[in-house]
């Protein structure tokens, strides 16, 4: 069964929410393959104590756990955000194959808005992408979780 972009960033949206409801920044990553899933993953740097804790760096080491290899090719991560330089670098060493992601990130962003280090010629794989899926609502999770944190400071400081 070949299950639709639209789908599988459906489930990366579900994890991104549970990550906001454990206080961390709304990012959620599917790692698939033969349209299987093999790993997921949510932010969780503050639960963590580790800064690398981003979703797509926690379904990497997932699938490489499950698969006892640290090469992912021919697999497809879904995001609900545009990789950071960090997660970037760990997508293009383990190989994944095809990279799919909802939101830009115009700060951060290491695929296309701020950075293209996909495309960087000193890498020896090439790294599909395919950005927008979803992207509405992917945003709207990211605006609405800062709104909110926001809110909750000003609060704070009256």
Known sequence: MNIPDEQ???????????????????????????????????NCPIRNNDPSAHAEIVAIRAAGDLLGNYRLVDTTLYVTLEPCMMCIGAIMHARVGRLVFGAPDPIRGSVCSVLNLSDLSFFNHRLEWQSGVLADRC????????????????????
């Open 8 to 42: 599988w960033m459906e489930h990366a949206i579900r994890l991104a929410r549970k990550a906001e409801s454990l206080g961390e920044v709304p990012v959620g990553a599917v790692l698939i393959r033969d349209h299987g899933l093999i790993s997921e993953g949510w």
């Open 139 to 158: 945003s709207d999770l990211l605006k609405d979780f800062f709104m909110r944190k926001r809110n909750i400071i000003a609060k704070q400081s009256d």
